[in-house]
């Protein structure tokens, strides 16, 4: 097990005006990790805030790997539908269709051109990395998270990592102005509350 909390500073405080502890706990278990995010409101006022993750993992795992070598594996399905950004990077109220083979998505570095797949509809909490040369699985379970983002460097090259990431919040919406407390998605914790969302990581190699 190793955690890693952030308190308030000089440096938080005047961006972030709230007395937290935000803690990162991984526990090892064989093949497994888990990932608790754990926010706790240490204030005397209603605290707002988002988690999410940022995991990235290399796909190019073998010497004749290439991105294209490998998949993300949702169990079934013939498309997902992710929210579309604007020039902003800003989610519009559209969806479009990214079709997918038996369940499979394929990576390619243009697959993020219009930056990270967005997806608030996953009936099935759960997604793996696969290749199509070898028997290297990494699977993710996150029961816990209503959202998830999926993403690469898009350089018009490939790249050699893919970012699964379960989120508990999201980017703005178009033209939305207002308070952070307003936001959609944004999150809520009365003084004294701790809320606690965790995924899992199963890898096989």
């Keep these: 097990t190793l955690a890693f909390t952030l308190t308030p500073n000089e440096y938080t405080k005047p961006m ?29 006022t209603e605290m707002y805030y988002e988690v999410g993750g940022h995991d990235a993992y290399n796909v190019a795992l073998e010497p004749d790997e290439i991105m294209e070598d ?55 909490r759960e997604v793996s990395i696969r290749s199509k040369k070898s028997n290297h699985v990494i699977s993710m379970k996150f029961a816990d998270f209503p959202y998830l983002g999926i993403w690469s460097k898009y350089t018009g090259s490939d790249t050699n990592y893919v970012c699964i990431e379960p989120w508990y919040g999201r980017c703005d919406r178009v033209n939305y102005s207002g308070e952070y407390k307003d936001r959609d998605w944004v999150n809520r914790l009365e003084p004294g509350e701790v809320f606690d969302a965790s995924y899992t990581i199963e890898i096989h190699l």
Excluded: W
């Design 16 to 44: 972030y005006p709230f007395d937290f502890a935000f803690t990162v706990r991984y526990v090892l278990e064989g093949n497994t990790l888990q990932k608790q995010h754990i926010t706790a409101n240490h204030g005397d």
């Design 70 to 124: 490998y998949y993300l594996d949702f169990g079934s399905g013939d498309a997902i539908y992710p929210l579309i950004n604007d020039e902003s990077l800003m989610i519009t109220k559209d969806k479009r269709t990214v079709p997918l083979q038996d369940g499979k998505l394929f990576l390619s570095s243009g697959l993020f051109e219009l930056d990270a797949l967005i997806l608030d509809d996953c009936v099935r």
